[in-house]
Nanobody, 129 residues
Framework: QPQFLASGGGLVQPGGSLRLSCVVS??????????VGWFRQAPGRERLELVA????????????YHADSVLGRFTISRDTAKNTVNLQMDSLKSEDTGVYYC????????????????WGQGTQVTVSS
């Protein structure tokens, strides 16, 4: 069972930037064939919040999705050469703190974490002065 693995987190001051990357544990799988979502879990909360999602390349899923809370600050994109899906996070706020995960929902993005699978390790993002 392949897993989607998140990396790139760290400690950053408010207003700073981080770039997260998502890779799949089975290297022969092409991430372009998958819709990939980025989720975060805030400290002390069980709920996973969908932050951004990008549909399968060449599919009918439309433009990438970004949650209202991150619109204009975060950008999801694909790096086809590296076979990754990245989340560029700018103008970070303390409320962006949490563990970030990536996962797939098949070919098309959905809004509920229950529709995503192949969860792997997350990466901690801490925004603090």
């Amino acid at each position: 069972q392949p897993q989607f693995l998140a990396s790139g987190g760290g400690l950053v001051q408010p207003g700073g930037s981080l770039r997260l990357s998502c890779v799949v544990s089975v290297s022969r799988l092409n991430l372009e064939n998958f819709a990939v979502g980025w989720f975060r879990q805030a400290p002390g909360r069980e709920r996973l919040e969908l932050v951004a999602c990008i549909s399968q390349s060449g599919g009918s899923g439309g433009s990438p999705y970004h949650a209202d809370s991150v619109l204009g600050r975060f950008t999801i994109s694909r790096d086809t050469a590296k076979n990754t899906v990245n989340l560029q996070m700018d103008s970070l706020k303390s409320e962006d703190t949490g563990v970030y995960y990536c996962a797939t929902s098949g070919a098309t993005c959905y809004s509920d974490a229950e529709d995503f699978g192949s969860w792997g390790q997350g990466t901690q993002v801490t925004v603090s002065s």
